[in-house]
């Protein structure tokens, strides 16, 4: 009997270890998968916060860029009517001093690139009244607003004398950086070249016209797979 309930109890006590081991493997395995269920909810929920984030900035972008199509428009629409009562001697009792209006253009350069930049941020380049600083701040509301990136090289540094310029240059980049791929710029005393890696014309029909009426002209070549497109100043604002 002492034997025979030693083995019981010796049975017994394996059994019980057996079971504690496997409890405790059981436990274990639990708080692994626990520990791994956590860790993927957390990524799961830092993805989604990257997805809703990136979202909220293609929707900031893309309202962006509308508002800088609406500025546009509303442009070309101005300069058309300007071209327009210029073309049939329209009277000049409500013209604006050149010396005002280029003020004013500095004002709308400055409006737009805070719209973009954020209230306080300086302008990229200090505003000195000439082509190539217009055009290159221009850019670089661009690479804001489009996201076209771009590349400036600049032989000028004589003044605008007509606000006009700056105005037809500045809706020529808007217009070649929503067709096209990068730019690379070339600022002259002339006027402005664009080429871009593209394989057809871009249509500038609409601010073609608005060029020839302010004296102004626009060409462009298309030489393989690029388009060199100029934007001819007019000579008094060159």
């Not at 639990?30 to 809703?52: G, P, T």
């Not at 030489?223 to 000579?235: C, E, F, N, Y």
């Amino acid at each position: 009997m002492t034997l025979a309930l030693s083995v019981v109890l010796a049975v017994a006590a394996v059994a019980a270890a057996v079971f504690a081991w496997t409890a405790r493997r059981a436990s274990v395995g639990r708080r692994r998968d626990q520990a791994r269920l956590v860790r993927q909810s957390n990524r799961l929920r830092d993805a989604d916060e990257l997805v809703a984030k990136a979202e909220e900035r293609a929707s900031r972008a893309e309202k962006r860029a509308l508002e800088a199509e609406e500025r546009a428009s509303k442009a070309e629409e101005l300069a058309l009517e300007a071209a327009g009562k210029a073309a049939t001697g329209g009277s000049n009792r409500h013209s604006v001093p050149v010396d005002v209006a280029l003020a004013l253009e500095r004002v709308r350069v400055e409006r737009e690139w805070y719209e973009v930049a954020g209230p306080g941020i300086e302008l990229p380049f200090p505003w000195d009244g000439s082509l190539a600083v217009g055009v290159a701040t221009e850019l670089a509301i661009i690479r804001e607003v489009t996201g076209t990136p771009s590349e400036l090289s600049t032989a000028s540094t004589r003044p605008l004398y007509d606000p006009t310029g700056l105005r037809v240059a500045c809706e020529f980049l808007r217009c070649l950086a929503r067709y096209g791929d990068e730019m690379s710029v070339e600022v002259t005393d002339q006027g402005i070249v664009v080429s871009q890696s593209e394989d057809q014309l871009p249509n500038l029909a609409e601010l073609r016209k608005i060029a020839e009426q302010s004296g102004m002209a626009i060409s462009a070549a298309l030489d393989g797979a690029k388009v060199s497109t100029r934007l001819l100043l007019a000579p008094e604002a060159s």
